[in-house]
């Protein structure tokens, strides 16, 4: 979820709405947190307790096992009601397992094993693996964007062949551009690149009755692309860093980042052109481009002038990394260099090659190189911490049985149903809850119930989890649903009755889509999901 500035950005009824919830979060997420630690023990949690302390040669206090799961219910309940109503800053939420677990003295079982989540052992989820990959990704993304390397890229597929000839071209180039650079590049970022583009042609085009519409679908298909984008590597989204580190982590799946584009890639080649065809249905225009929009694109193409030394070394640098990304797989059939190069994956060629920027000089003499660390600015170091909470809280939920009661609360409430029954139902949830929330938030959150859940059906985990994680980038219905839609929802050519008519049908599209597309793909033909 992004939150809209209230600055001549959404009307005052709307700002007074935010407040509200903000101040009801404020008070209500501590609230939940007492009343949790307060009540008395639920049955389901003793039970556990018992199961574990069984199962375990250690000698394990039910008393202990059971009160860390009424500190971690409590503590996902505190972030998950801050997260919603944004009660205090995102990343700040993230920051209290690293107090609370410690502070409770929370105890967890691991392989058998007492294991105390103390501040060691807690705080090691801030500097997570993934974490180190997304900082790299943000640093190789920021380079591209301080040399306008991304800029380049786009108006290069907008000047191809005659695409500035037809505007339903143009829509689709400019959504491909889009939904292209944010798998490499942070979603908000590419929006923000595409804007002007997108409000520079829709300048040129002509004063008709059908303008006002191809307008909401130019600048929605910006957002909707970009969205949609994020989910063709793992770098593209949080969500999907979060997924995979917790797959590894529990050991249902390892993925490496070639096998996540394996299908992200061709979710994301389908995906953009269903999106294309939702918002010519909602918004039928008729428009008509003269030689000016032509001409704009020519102009904006031509006065990037020739590639400069600092987009050279950083178009080197990004397409080292993604060379080394795809094949780090195949690495280990090199004779006598497989074992050796086994510890370089995608974590460690991602750092490498950012901190090759900062050492690649554009100028020497002036000791200006492609990165200097004021180029930090580009790292989203809120996502980071978000990262960190949402790990941390996630291992705490496992360790404690806390994600195996829920699981099993789930399973009493509504029974086995068919698997591919259980994704549809899982994927519309995430789709709506990340319409309020954010998608960070909301995969660290359902990933380990997802987990659990499918081992208490039986079921195939990474079969729920990865059409979950996707489902938490389809959030198009409201401005406040994601960072893209904020900001087209910010150019006043779009209303929320807009976003509202093109989202919900795009959700609807999504939902099917995500549900067919790992049925009849992922799981038939790549065979990395059961059903």
């Known amino acids: 979820m992004a939150r809209v500035s209230a600055e001549g950005r959404i009307s005052e009824h709307e700002a007074s709405w935010e407040r509200a919830r903000s101040r009801i979060g404020f008070f209500a997420g501590p609230l939940l947190f007492l009343l949790v630690l307060l009540l008395p023990t639920p049955e389901a949690f003793l039970r556990e307790a018992e199961a574990q302390a069984a199962a375990s040669p250690a000698g394990l206090e039910i008393a202990s096992l059971a009160f860390g799961m009424k500190v971690t219910l409590a503590l996902l309940l505190l972030m998950v009601t801050w997260w919603v109503t944004e009660a205090v800053p995102l990343p700040v939420t993230a920051l209290l397992p690293g107090i609370f677990l410690p502070l409770f003295q929370v105890i967890g079982v691991q392989e058998g094993q007492p294991v105390e989540l103390n501040s060691r052992a807690v705080l090691a989820h801030y500097a997570h693996p993934v974490i180190f990959l997304f900082l790299s990704g943000f640093l190789i993304a920021g380079a591209m964007q301080k040399w306008g390397l991304d800029r380049r890229i786009a108006l290069w597929i907008l000047t191809r062949g005659n695409i500035a000839a037809s505007p339903g071209k143009v829509l689709l180039s400019l959504m491909g551009a889009s939904a292209f650079i944010s798998m490499w590049v942070s979603n908000t970022a590419t929006t923000a690149m595409m804007l002007p583009i997108g409000l520079g042609i829709l300048s040129r085009v002509s004063d008709t009755r059908a303008s006002p519409n ?49 299908f992200g890639l061709p979710f994301v080649l389908l995906a953009v052109p269903l999106a294309w065809v939702v918002l010519r249905v909602t ?249």
Not at 219 to 238: D, E, K
Not at 312 to 336: E, M, Q, R
Not at 462 to 475: F, K
């Open 214 to 262: 191809y307008a909401r679908a130019l600048l929605l298909g910006i957002a909707y692309a970009a969205s949609i984008g994020g989910v063709g590597t793992i770098i593209g989204t949080p969500p999907n860093g979060i997924a995979v580190s917790i797959l590894r982590q529990q050991n249902v799946a390892r993925l490496d980042f070639l096998e996540w584009m394996t």
């Open 283 to 531: 918004f039928p225009f008729d428009v008509t481009f003269d030689a000016g929009v032509r001409a704009l694109l020519r102009e904006e193409r031509a006065a990037l002038g020739p590639l400069g030394r600092g987009e050279k070394l950083t178009l080197v640098g990004f397409l080292l990394a993604v060379v080394l990304w795809t094949t780090n797989p195949f690495w280990s059939f090199l004779p006598g260099l497989g074992r050796r190069l086994a510890w370089f994956d995608e974590h460690l060629v991602a750092l490498s090659v950012a901190i090759l920027l900062f050492l690649l000089p554009v100028d020497w003499k002036r000791r200006q190189f492609v990165l200097r660390w004021e180029d930090s600015r580009y790292v989203d170091w809120g996502t980071l911490l978000l990262f960190g909470g949402g790990l941390a809280l996630s291992d705490a939920m496992f360790k404690t049985g806390l994600a195996r009661v829920l699981a099993s609360a789930f399973v009493a409430l509504f029974g086995k149903p068919n698997p591919l029954l259980l994704v549809f139902m899982v994927v519309i949830f995430m789709e709506l809850l990340t319409e309020v929330t954010s998608n960070t938030a909301v995969t660290a959150m359902m990933v380990p119930i997802l987990i659990s859940m499918a081992s208490g059906l039986g079921a195939d985990a990474a079969s729920l989890v990865l059409p979950a994680t996707i489902a938490a980038s389809m959030a198009f219905m409201l401005p406040v649903a994601t960072p893209p839609n904020a900001l087209v929802y910010a150019t006043r050519r779009v209303t929320i009755a807009d976003m509202l008519r093109a989202g919900v049908f795009l959700d609807l599209v999504a939902w099917l889509y995500i549900v067919a597309f790992f049925y009849g793909y992922v799981a038939s033909v790549l065979g990395l999901v059961r059903f």
